[in-house]
Structures are given as C-alpha cells and as structure tokens.
C-alpha cells in the first residue's frame, strides 16, 4: 500500500515511517526542510519537500496513496496561533478533498472533545470537526494526551528552583500522560489495518500518575530525590512563560490549556469513556531519558 505522512522526520512520523516502511509498504514522507530529504531518503521512504499551506501541493502528494497521516506542524512563529491552526486545518481539508484520498488519520488530543476551554488543543478540535464534514472519507482521530517530552521544558526549572510546576493544578491532581513512540505504534496499528470507518477517535495514553508523582519520579532519576511538584498560580504560570521568552499569543494558549487542566474539562471525556494506558512507556522509563538529557 501507499502512505503519505505529514511531521516530517519528527518525533512521531519517523518511527511511524520505520513501521509500515519494514511492513513493506510505499511511504512518501512531507517535509518543508529540503535539508531532510537525505535523512528522509536514507529511511527507504520517498521525499516530498513542500509546504502543508500549499493546497495544491499536498493534494498532488495525497493523489493516488491509500492513506495519510495528517497533522499540525508545532511552530512558535505566528502572531495568532488559533488562526494559523484554522488555516492549516482548512488547507488539509481542501487537499484531502482535491486529492480524493479515502483515509486518514489525524494527529488530534485529549480533549478535543471540547473544542473551547483547552488553548492550542481547541484548534485540533476545529481540525476534528472540519475533518468529519467530508464524506467518503474515513478518518480516526488519535487523541494522545499530555506529552512526556514536554516535561524536558522543566529543566531548567528544576536547576534554578529546584521544584517542579504548572497551573495544572494540585500535586494530587491526575495527568494523563503519552509517549510519541505510543503514538507512532497506535498510528502505524490503524494505518497497516486500515480497520477504521466513518469517523471516529481513539484516546491514546502511555501513563496515568499524579502531578506529585512526576515530580517525585522524574527527581529520583535525576539525583534529587524529593523533587517537589508546586502549583503555580495563573499569573506565574504566565509571567513564567512570558520570561522563558514565549510569544504572547502561545503562552494564551498554554495558559488556557493548563486551566483546562485544573479544571478537570481537558481530561474528562478520557476517564469517562473508560479509556486506560495502553503504551508501553512507563513514566520511569521516561525518566530515565529525561536524566540522561539532564546532565
């Protein structure tokens, strides 16, 4: 079969690639980094340098594969980021339309369910939406939940604070968490099966621990055994981000998400569908990968 993946060589869409390349499979990777076509190349996948705001770009890359695995670049540029995830979530669309692909999976979020209340994870619900008014089209919408590595961002926290913390709330307080390489094996599952129909989601979580616990965990790893998880009030929150040289409109809308954290809307539908950890990445195993980026 033949795939197209968004991401380039990221964190996601590499062993993504690796999966369905080693299953056999024709796998054209998207990337707007002519510098990555080696890289891209040296993977036994094809290299389509271009980018995803170009519509006629990528519906010709779309054109004549069996599936694509669409999702937002991560980008700190725009001066509005809501409207930046609108346009490339309308662009897909139209591409997806054009190229007349009949599946796709998105790379989506815990609570996407929402589509207010959730900062950058509001534009993925819009993504969701505009995704389920093509018909005969069938989309699955994976909803990963909070990224271990967006904990390394904490480092420099830690040195300088020695504490850990957010706005998310209470150090009792439960985080759902996911590893990428989860997320690469729940994609490259559906993709080789290509088992989905009409359009549908699926919640995918490597861990689920308190926000005392990743503190506590991520401290043992690292030599400071009773790292301390503190929670932050939104004002902090913000004015951290804002020091750590975040653009205005990205830390609105990592202020809002971890608001949507605290308030229990972010993660709600996930324990209420009964969704549990299904990867393999344990929050002691990131740790581990978390010391050794540390040193």
Do not use: C
Not at 58 to 74: E, H, L, N, R, W
Not at 194 to 220: C, K, P, W
């Amino acid at each position: 079969m033949k795939y197209v993946l968004t991401g380039s060589v990221g964190n996601i869409s590499k062993p993504l690639a690796q999966q369905l390349i080693a299953a056999g499979h024709d796998v054209t990777i998207i990337s707007t980094n002519e510098s990555k076509k080696k890289e891209i190349e040296q993977l036994g996948a094809k290299a389509a340098i271009g980018d995803v705001n170009d519509i006629a770009f990528v519906a010709q890359t779309f054109k004549g594969a069996d599936a694509a695995y669409v999702m937002i670049p991560p980008t700190w540029a725009p001066e509005d980021w809501p409207a930046h995830m609108k346009q490339v979530a309308d662009n897909y669309v139209a591409a997806i339309k054009e190229s007349g692909i009949k599946k796709v999976v998105q790379l989506s979020s815990i609570g996407a369910h929402l589509g207010y209340g959730a900062g950058p994870i509001n534009g993925l619900a819009y993504f969701e939406k505009q995704l389920d008014k093509l018909e005969n089209v069938d989309v699955l919408s994976l909803r990963p939940s909070y990224f271990y590595t967006n904990l390394f961002a904490m480092a420099d926290l830690i040195r300088n604070a020695g504490i850990m913390g957010s706005n998310f709330g209470a150090a009792d307080g439960n985080l759902v968490l996911t590893h990428p390489a989860d997320i690469a094996d729940a994609a490259a599952q559906r993709l080789l099966s290509l088992d989905f129909n009409g359009h549908i989601h699926q919640y995918v979580s490597s861990d689920v621990r308190t926000l005392a616990e990743v503190a506590e965990t991520i401290g043992n790893a690292i030599g400071k055994p009773g790292l301390p998880w503190i929670s932050f009030s939104d004002e902090e929150a913000y004015n951290g981000m804002l020091g750590a040289g975040l653009t205005k409109t990205i830390a609105d809308g990592y202020l809002e998400m971890g608001q949507g954290i605290q308030s229990g809307i972010l993660q709600e539908d996930y324990f209420s569908s009964g969704a549990t950890p299904q990867g393999k990445v344990k929050l002691e195993d990131f740790a581990k990968d978390f010391a050794i980026a540390f040193v």
